[in-house]
């Protein structure tokens, strides 16, 4: 069963799917509700992030230029809640970061293929 719920917090409100999409797909499913796959920056966002579910894209891609990460709304990585020894663009062919909720509150995130399913983390800024 596919599950979409409605978080708010003081700087935006969320859509979360537990829907198992692309990231292509998961942002166009963003765009659709008029909004985008979620940007991090910050540790408070990066907390209230993890708290949405498992495994969840984030609107983060380095496609355009490998190694040089950048936000859906175009703008650089500059705050980055990386796991160790990540990103690694393993296998050549990892363009898509993921948040994965874990103990490490401040060092989850991972590159993967984009064609990989996760759930979804649209935001909307207020």
């Given amino acids: 069963p596919v599950t979409v719920s409605l978080m708010k917090s003081s700087w935006s409100c969320f859509f979360i799917d537990t829907s198992m999409l692309s990231w292509k797909n998961s942002r166009q499913y ?4 008029g909004a985008d ?3 991090i920056n910050s540790p408070e966002e990066q907390e209230f992030a993890m708290t949405f ?4 894209w984030i609107g983060l891609t ?3 230029q490998e190694g040089v990460w950048r936000w859906v709304d175009g703008s650089p990585l500059t705050t980055s809640f990386w796991f160790p020894d990540e990103p690694n663009n393993d296998k050549g062919n990892e ?3 993921e948040v994965i ?3 490490a509150k401040h060092a989850n995130w991972n590159d993967l293929p984009c064609d990989d399913l996760r759930k979804v983390i649209c935001e909307k800024t207020l």
């Fill in 37 to 39: 796959l979620i940007i």
């Fill in 101 to 103: 909720r874990s103990k």
């Fill in 95 to 97: 363009d898509c970061v």
């Fill in 30 to 33: 963003c765009l659709d509700r």
């Fill in 53 to 56: 579910g498992e495994r969840s």
């Fill in 62 to 64: 380095d496609a355009q």
